[in-house]
């Protein structure tokens, strides 16, 4: 099925840090979501977009929605240990009969080193 | 205020069998939405409710099918169990009716399901 691409798969990084990840699809979306996930755990959400050029921050998370419609982009600045998991962009596609279905992509596995 | 909540939390069947998961939103929450999550994987749409009625249906077989409540709990069965339903089963709900650009899906702990 349709799937967002999210980049990296993967990211170790040292405390403090700066984290940058982003999703991008051919199709256009009128909604951006970023959740993080802990293991066992369901997705928590943490920054939802609505209007293309959105920028929108939370805390030391930062994440903006594309121009065009079609990708998306959360930051996280002076990373702390509690930030380990995974992330997930996620898109409701504009149009269609798609109703309040979100598009998932396959997530950012995030690792602090202390 | 309690957040979605799922049960149960852990199952294990075998091939064949059929599973009943439940699911109860957010107090006030009328829409009721289902995702497949296999490992490593992000959530794949099932199914969405809303106001008791089906308003979104995902790629999966007849094998899958849902219903919501009066109160707006719902539940999703699965019959005759193949080896790679194995996966966790997210329920989210919101308060916006479905399509509407501001809706914002929550999502419960899950059930973790492993069919042997």
């Known amino acids: 099925g349709q799937q967002l691409n999210q980049s990296p798969q993967s990211m170790f990084i040292q405390e403090g840090e700066d984290v940058s990840m982003n999703c991008t699809s051919s199709?256009?979306?009128?909604?951006w979501l970023w959740y993080k996930q802990d293991p066992g755990e369901g997705p928590v959400l943490l920054i939802a977009?609505?209007?293309?050029?959105e920028l929108t921050s939370n805390g030391r998370l930062t994440a903006q929605f594309g121009i065009t419609r079609k990708d998306s982009f959360l930051n996280i600045s002076a990373s702390i240990p509690s930030d380990v998991g995974i992330y997930f962009c996620a898109g409701r596609l504009a149009g269609g009969t798609s109703y309040g279905k979100l598009t998932f992509g396959q997530g950012t596995i995030l690792t602090v080193h202390p | 205020d309690a957040g979605v909540t799922q049960s149960p939390t852990h199952l294990i069947k075998t091939r064949g069998q059929h599973v009943t998961l439940r699911c109860s939103p957010i107090?006030?929450?009328?829409?009721v939405s289902w995702y497949q999550q296999v490992l490593g994987q992000g959530p794949q749409f099932i199914f969405q409710y809303y106001e008791k009625e089906e308003r979104g249906r995902g790629n999966f077989p007849d094998r899958f099918s849902a219903r919501q409540f009066p109160n707006y709990s719902s539940e999703l069965n699965v019959n005759a169990l193949l080896l790679g339903d194995s996966a966790l089963y997210l329920c989210a709900s919101s308060l916006d009716k479905p399509g509407l650009a501001a809706e914002t899906q929550y999502f419960g702990p899950g059930t973790r399901l492993l069919v042997l």
């Open positions: 107090s006030g929450h009328k829409s």
């Open positions: 199709s256009i979306f009128n909604t």
């Open positions: 977009l609505y209007k293309a050029g």
